[in-house]
């Protein structure tokens, strides 16, 4: 990862909102099978002790809650 480009990104709300806007075109251009990207989802949770800040800052649940969602 490119931490001068992150922190640069972190000190303007513009490209903010503009890495937002690139994210959520990717995830809903993105082909790959819904089944294909919850397995690599859940096993990020499986493997990254902050995977659930990640579920939250997306889409404002923790996994647990996603998961009861089911």
């Known amino acids: ?9 972190m ?11 690139v994210l959520m075109e ?3 251009n993105d082909d790959e099978a819904y089944y294909k990207k919850g397995r ?3 096993d990020l ?3 990254d002790e902050h995977a659930d800040e990640f579920f939250i800052a997306i889409c404002g649940w923790s996994v ?4 009861e969602k089911l």
Not at 1 to 9: F, G, P, Q
Not at 11 to 21: A, H, P, Q
Not at 64 to 67: A, E, K, N
């Open 64 to 67: 647990d809650s996603l998961i």
């Open 45 to 47: 949770c499986l493997t």
């Open 1 to 9: 990862m490119d931490k001068k480009a992150i922190e640069v990104i």
């Open 26 to 28: 990717e995830i809903n």
């Open 11 to 21: 000190e303007n709300e513009s490209l903010l909102e503009r890495f937002m806007e």
């Open 40 to 42: 690599q989802l859940i």
